[in-house]
Antibody, heavy 122, light 111 residues
Framework: QITMEESGPTLVKPTETLTLTCTFSGFSLSSSGMAVGWIRQPPGKALEVVAFTYWHDDKRYNPFLEGRVTLTNEAAKNQVILRMTNLDPADTATYYC??????????????WGQGILVRVSS | EIVMTQSPLSLPVTPGEPASISCRSSQSPHKKGYTYLDWYVQKPGQPPQLLIYLSFNRASGVPDRFSGSGSGTDFTLTISRVEAEDVGVYYCMQAMETPFTFGQGTKLEIK
């Protein structure tokens, strides 16, 4: 059974850097077909994928974040770390990490964490 | 990026009646013989959960009253008989190319 859990600060000041950790179990990010994504949801709004990492350490970032986001794979610790710089109140959202099954005949987020609500406010 | 557009955005349904949600993609999410179109539901206070993958495959444990269909750029999620527990926001998502993108969401409520 796969579990995902987000951790990190829930209140960040504007212009500061946010670091969120996704800790997972039930799979190895070093195994073929495994991937982890960070998805965020501003209050009352839709879901948007922030960043994504494949098992072979290929990382993808959403262009709208304009280079503010970095992912670090700590596969040996079963963690993926999201770092986002120059926070703005518009970054206030619930941040989810989710396992993605990335085989040719799959392609979906099948296990999600409960999410962490991050507020950006002075 | 591929833009996903859902309709309607709000869907009031009487229990026992059918419901359908439309999702249109700005380009076809088809590659290597597969259509990478998923459906998720987010129930109040919960993270999203997978309903349908590859356009029409039900995820494990999903009741058979849920079905997915469509091809090209037009897709539909159908609930054959809505139950009270189906309340939530439904999202389509294309998983063909990064950044994966979601529709705006359709809020299903019970009349």
């Amino acid at each position: 059974q796969i579990t995902m859990e987000e951790s990190g600060p829930t209140l960040v000041k504007p212009t500061e850097t946010l670091t969120l950790t996704c800790t997972f179990s039930g799979f190895s990010l070093s195994s073929s077909g495994m991937a982890v994504g960070w998805i965020r949801q501003p209050p009352g709004k839709a879901l948007e994928v922030v960043a994504f990492t494949y098992w072979h350490d290929d990382k993808r970032y959403n262009p709208f974040l304009e280079g503010r986001v970095t992912l670090t794979n700590e596969a040996a610790k079963n963690q993926v770390i999201l770092r986002m710089t120059n926070l703005d109140p518009a970054d206030t959202a619930t941040y989810y990490c989710a396992h993605f099954s990335s085989f040719v005949n799959t392609g979906y987020f099948d296990s999600w964490g409960q999410g962490i609500l991050v507020r950006v406010s002075s | 990026e591929i833009v996903m557009t859902q309709s309607p955005l709000s869907l009031p349904v009487t229990p026992g009646e059918p419901a359908s949600i439309s999702c249109r993609s700005s380009q076809s999410p088809h590659k290597k013989g597969y259509t990478y179109l998923d459906w998720y539901v987010q129930k109040p206070g919960q993270p999203p959960q997978l309903l349908i993958y590859l356009s029409f495959n039900r995820a494990s444990g999903v009741p058979d009253r849920f079905s997915g269909s469509g091809s090209g750029t037009d897709f539909t999620l159908t609930i054959s008989r809505v139950e009270a527990e189906d309340v939530g926001v439904y999202y389509c998502m294309q998983a063909m190319e990064t950044p994966f993108t979601f529709g705006q969401g359709t809020k299903l409520e019970i009349k």
